[in-house]
Nanobody, 122 residues
Framework: QVHLVETGGGLVQAGGSLRLSCAAS????????MDWYRQAPGKQRELVAR???????DYSDAVKGRFTISRDNARNTVYLQMNSLKPEDTAVYYC????????????????WGQGTQVTVSS
């Protein structure tokens, strides 16, 4: 079993910054993709940023140039640095990791965190 815990959400004024963290624990051999999603009230969950197995990163157009995803493989942790925050960034932010639980795990599962609220006031 794998467990993800997000921290770092909160209330911030527009133009401010927050840093989210998501740490994985449990039966982990390796972690492939590490993603950040968000879901605003009344909207579908959307992919915000992806670290594709440490090879490349990708961002939604809405956050490109303002958010930065990074990972620490030794700590099984992914971060999301959010700068120049806007009220439209207000949402619950979720991390997702594709985790290999053993060396021959060729069909790794995706695991989700419980979410952390980010609120940006105008």
């Amino acid at each position: 079993q794998v467990h993800l815990v997000e921290t770092g959400g909160g209330l911030v004024q527009a133009g401010g910054s927050l840093r989210l963290s998501c740490a994985a624990s449990g039966s982990i051999y390796a972690i492939d993709d590490m993603d950040w999603y968000r879901q605003a009230p009344g909207k579908q969950r959307e992919l915000v940023a992806r670290d594709a197995s440490g090879v490349y990163t990708d961002y939604s157009d809405a956050v490109k140039g303002r958010f930065t995803i990074s990972r620490d493989n030794a700590r099984n942790t992914v971060y999301l640095q959010m700068n120049s925050l806007k009220p439209e960034d207000t949402a619950v932010y979720y991390c997702k990791m594709v985790v290999r639980t053993h060396r021959r795990d060729y069909s790794p599962n995706g695991y989700w965190g419980q979410g952390t609220q980010v609120t940006v006031s105008s």
